[in-house]
């Protein structure tokens, strides 16, 4: 019998494009390649768990559109003590990072089209995004 995933109660608290730039030398390019980078921090004294996704673009080895945006997720008091596994380390359930990281990407996607509307940028969307590639286990974190 499969086990239960646990859930949580969370808020989107804040949204933060850490980077956005776009450069015109690959933009035609017929060789395209998509790098995508997930991350994930925790701040333990406002309940906050941060999921971040990073997106390239690039042509040739040429970047075109670089991306990184970070979700703040807060959540309730007693559902961030489930997560605590000790005061120096964090473990998020691969399930709920999964969660998590597709709302981050889904709002990446829309700060996307959003700063390149009514450029040539426009037309490259960033594709959906398979998570589980990039979570498979639970993410630990260590607090320094």
Do not use: W
């Amino acid at each position: 019998m499969k086990k239960k995933d646990e859930s949580f109660s969370f808020k989107l608290v804040r949204i933060e494009e850490k980077q956005f730039s776009v450069f015109e030398d690959g933009i035609n390019s017929e060789q395209i390649n998509q790098k995508v980078g997930v991350g994930f921090n925790v701040d333990i004294e406002n309940n906050i768990i941060a999921s971040a996704i990073h997106y390239l673009l690039e042509a040739v080895d040429k970047p075109f559109i670089n991306i990184e945006v970070v979700c703040y997720f807060e959540l309730t008091a007693k559902d961030f003590k489930k997560l605590l596994k000790s005061d120096k380390r964090v473990e998020i359930p691969s399930g709920f990072a999964k969660h998590l990281a597709n709302i981050s990407a889904g709002t990446t996607r829309g700060i996307l089209f959003a700063n390149t509307k009514d450029t040539p940028f426009n037309s490259y969307y960033m594709s959906l995004i398979n998570l589980t590639e990039f979570i498979e286990d639970n993410i630990e974190i260590e607090i320094e």
